[in-house]
């Protein structure tokens, strides 16, 4: 499996930034038999909080959020997908699943 970093840190040391760092400092690692790419915080490298996976059909990405309550959706390229999970996983929220 490959191992990628996406982010950057924030203030370490400050326990204040904790929760906004984890969500900027990802790791994620793509499954060579699923082609899943698994998004882990610094705090805890092998317990995946987030998930994106091509799809066969349009949009062609579905991402899952697996931090607060479960939120997931679709977009039509990897960014936007890992971009709207960095935003589910900051704020706890996810964008309105697109169709």
Known sequence: MQTSYCGQKENEGSAAHLHSEEANVLSKRRCPHTGIVNYY??????MAVGSVAHTHGAPHYAWRCYLHEEAGGTASDLALAEALLRRAIAGGRAAPVAH
């Open 41 to 46: 915080t610094e705090a805890d490298p092998f």
